[in-house]
Structure formats: C-alpha cells, structure tokens
C-alpha cells in the first residue's frame, strides 16, 4: 500500500490551537502552488506500486478553488498509477461545503469518495474561542448536501477538554456527531502547544496571575480525572452506536477505517508534497521547507524543497514502531517483529512490557502485544518505558 498526501496550507483565517503549517495567502498564490504542486509531482520518485491513498490535508484544502483542485487531481491521475478503489480523501471545512462547491468536487470526473470535516464541537460559543469560522447548524448542512451528492464515506473531528467544559456538555457533542451518522469520528483532547496562539494566551494570563478562562466564562481547566471520564464516556458512547474503536483516536464503522492514516500507523511507505510537506520510504525520512514562497521560488528556479532528511537506523525504526503500532487495536504483531528486529530488541520489549501486563495495562492476544482499555488513558506512559535509547 502506497499513499499520497498533499499539503494544502491555505487557511481563510487561524485557529488558536493550531500548530500545522499554514497561511492565509490569496488566490493568487494559491494558482502559483499548485503549478509548484505539479512540479514536484513529476520530479518525485515514482514507486513501481499504485496509489492506494490521496489524502488532501492542511490548512483547509477546501479553500482551494475546485478549479485548481480538479488540475490537481488530473495531474496526479497523469503521472501516477492510482488504484481504482483508491481512497480519495479531502479535509474541509463545515462552512466550505455548499452545494455548489460539493457539486464541483463530485462531478463524475472527481475521484473524491470521502471527506473530513473539522467539528471541533458543536457548541458555538466554543467553537468563536477557538476562533472556527463555522457554526454548528453549518456541520448539519454540510452533510446533508455530502449526503445528497453521493459521498458515502464522511469522517468528522470532535475536540475536547476545554477550559470550563463539563461532562455533559461532551456528552452532548458526542450524541450530536452520532446523530449525524459519519462513518468515521477522531476526537482529540485539546492540546496547548507552544507557538500557537492559544499557548501565547493562555502563557500571558499565567503571567498576569489570571486563572484561565474558559469557553463558557467558567475559570477552571479540566483535570486529568475529568479527562479521563470524558475519554471513557467517548469510547462507551461510540462502540455503543456500533463504531470500531481501532486506533487511540479513532473510530470507524466497519470497513470505514481510514485506509490513508492507517499507512502511518503499520509502517508503510507514503509520499508527502507540498510546503512543509513529510515523506517515508522505509529506509529514511524526508520534509520539505515550511514556506510556500520558498516552495514555488525553488521549484521555479530548480532547486531542491527538502529541507531536511533522516536516515531510519535499526533504533529509530524500532521506537517508530512502540509509538505507531501500539495506537492501533491490533498492537505490534510479535512474529513480525521478531523478523524485523534483532532478538535483543524483543527481548527488550518483552522485558519493559511485563510490569504493564502484569496490571492489565497491556496484553499479548492473537500473538499480539497491544494496550487494552485501562492502558488506552496512559499510552503516553507505556510507550515511554517501551522506548530504547541510544547507549
């Protein structure tokens, strides 16, 4: 399996959370990216495999013109062999979708099949602090016109653990995001990351002495035993309506798991273009410059757009593995480890793992060693004691 994703950085404003690589340049610009889209599609290294995955993902892809979208799209059609039943994936906003812009991407040349929105949450005022362009009544509309176009296969992303939120009001935007009936749902817990506006906010109030301020005007943030509840009441509430939890993040109904992300979870190679853009071969790793006018200049001009590469020794391929496989419900296949691996890692493994078997943190099934619901909570943990550094 072979994926490729294109990195769409256009955003019509910023979220304060946000911590992707993105911009707010015109249309413009957004002609002369794609140009250099193109470019880099025909000098990258073509695998003798298909597509079996586009991923469109920013930023906010859908503020690309259909136009430039459908000249994308023809373009990877003409350079690259892509499976018929290839998962075509592109990332949008609730307020985006239209129905004249889902007309234009599902027109019988568009090999768009699936779409993922941005919920967050369906609390609207919620959704202004984080500075979201859409209101709730727009995620409700945007399905119904998906819906009515054809695309039968709608993820949407849910966020929680604000400042102020409570366990009921999560519960509510789980049982909303259900009654939409997705066929897939990720859901996060919100995350102050440094270099975000939301981290520089909520640094200031610390400074001034300030408590945080919540979405709703309260001034306590969420705690960990809160967290947690939330987390649980998310995994009950979902597999209750019939959706496969199958990595940390991520639930699906069946046959729905996304085929794209799951190639990062299972180590499989993927291709990654576009500014600030990351690609794995196997063997090594490699990103593109994070500056979309660099980006096109260096295309124009001929000049290489990675930025940096790593070359993936037998330690980094095995701590990749712990802190991707072990996100998923499968869990790291023993056998296939053993004949990755020299002995000495499983031993390793094995080793660090018996405390977390031990109080049913971990455990081995299928020949398979994988979290289970009392070790989802604390992955973080368990994969930091699995980890080996170097000696």
């Known amino acids: 399996m072979l994926g490729l994703y294109i990195h769409i950085p256009f955003c019509k404003s910023r979220c304060i959370y946000c911590n992707f690589y993105s911009t707010t ?17 025909t000098h ?4 003798p495999l298909p597509l079996q995955t586009i991923y469109f993902g920013g930023g906010t892809p859908s503020q690309l013109h259909p136009v430039l979208l459908q000249r994308l799209l023809l373009y990877i059609y003409k350079v690259y062999d892509v499976a018929d039943d290839a998962e075509v994936t592109i990332e949008c906003n609730p307020d985006d979708i239209t129905s004249s812009y889902v007309a234009a991407i599902t027109q019988p040349s568009s090999p768009i099949n699936r779409v993922s929105m941005g919920v967050q949450t369906f609390s609207d005022q919620r959704l202004q602090w984080l500075h979201r362009r859409h209101t709730s009544q727009q995620v409700q509309q945007a399905v119904e016109h998906l819906r ?10 849910l966020m929680f653990g604000f400042p102020g939120e409570t366990l009921a009001d999560w519960e509510c935007d789980i049982l909303q995001a259900i009654s939409l009936q997705p066929e897939h749902i990720s859901a996060y817990s919100l995350m102050i990351e440094e270099g975000t506006p939301l981290y520089e906010m909520m640094s200031r109030r610390e400074k001034r002495g300030e408590r945080r301020q919540g979405s709703e005007g309260s ?23 019939g959706y496969e939890h199958y990595e940390i993040s991520n639930f699906a109904r069946p046959s729905f798991r996304s085929r794209h992300n799951s190639s990062y979870w299972n180590d499989t190679s993927y291709l990654g273009i576009g500014a600030a853009a990351h690609s794995y071969d196997g063997c090594k790793r490699w990103w593109n410059v994070a500056d979309v006018k660099t980006y096109i200049e260096n295309l124009r001009k001929g000049i290489s757009v990675i930025e940096g590469q790593e070359t993936i ?18 869990g790291i296949s023993l056998q296939s480890f053993t004949e990755t691996f020299p002995e000495h890692f499983y031993h390793y493994l094995i080793a660090n793992a018996e405390p977390h078997l031990k109080r049913g943190a971990l455990a081995i099934t299928n020949g398979c060693l994988h979290l289970t619901r009392a070790g989802l909570f604390v992955s973080d943990d368990i994969m930091s004691d699995l980890i080996q550094l170097p000696s």
């Open 219 to 241: 001034s306590e943030d969420v705690s960990d035993e809160l967290s947690r509840e939330m987390y649980e009441t998310l995994i009950d509430r979902l597999t209750a309506a």
């Open 313 to 330: 020794d037998t330690l980094t391929h095995y701590n990749d593995r712990i802190t991707t496989a072990l996100r998923t419900r499968e």
């Open 148 to 157: 009515q176009a054809g695309i039968k296969n709608i993820s949407i992303d």
């Open 25 to 41: 340049y015109g249309h413009d610009v957004m002609e002369a990216y794609v140009d250099a889209l193109c470019q880099e599609l």
């Open 44 to 47: 990258v290294t073509h695998q």
